[in-house]
Nanobody
Framework: QVQLVESGGGLVQPGGSLRLSCAASGSIFRINVMGWYRQAPGKQRELVATITRSGTTNYADSVKDRVTISRDNAKNTVYLQMNNLKPEDTAVYYC??????????WGQGTQVTVSS
């Protein structure tokens, strides 16, 4: 099993920045992909960004000019740097991991609210 614990969410003004972190524990040798999804009220969960163990990244078109995903394999941690945040970025952000065997793992989520 893999456990994912997010941190770094909060309230930020429009145009501000936040950095989310997600630490993985447990059977971390199983993990290939790590990343972030988000779910706004009344909407489906959607991809934000993912990164493979080797560093290949994938971004949603809606955020790719404003966010950067990175990963520290030695610390089993993935980061999401978000800049120029907009009210529409308000959502619960979930850490995600996918194993080499196709298993999906989710964190408990961290709230990001962009409001003045």
């Amino acid at each position: 099993q893999v456990q994912l614990v997010e941190s770094g969410g909060g309230l930020v003004q429009p145009g501000g920045s936040l950095r989310l972190s997600c630490a993985a524990s447990g059977s971390i040798f199983r993990i290939n992909v790590m990343g972030w999804y988000r779910q706004a009220p009344g909407k489906q969960r959607e991809l934000v960004a993912t990164i493979t163990r080797s560093g290949t990244t994938n971004y949603a078109d809606s955020v790719k000019d404003r966010v950067t995903i990175s990963r520290d394999n030695a610390k089993n941690t993935v980061y999401l740097q978000m800049n120029n945040l907009k009210p529409e970025d308000t959502a619960v952000y979930y850490c995600y991991a996918k194993s080499y065997y196709g298993d999906d793992y989710w964190g408990q989520g961290t709230q990001v609210t962009v409001s003045s």
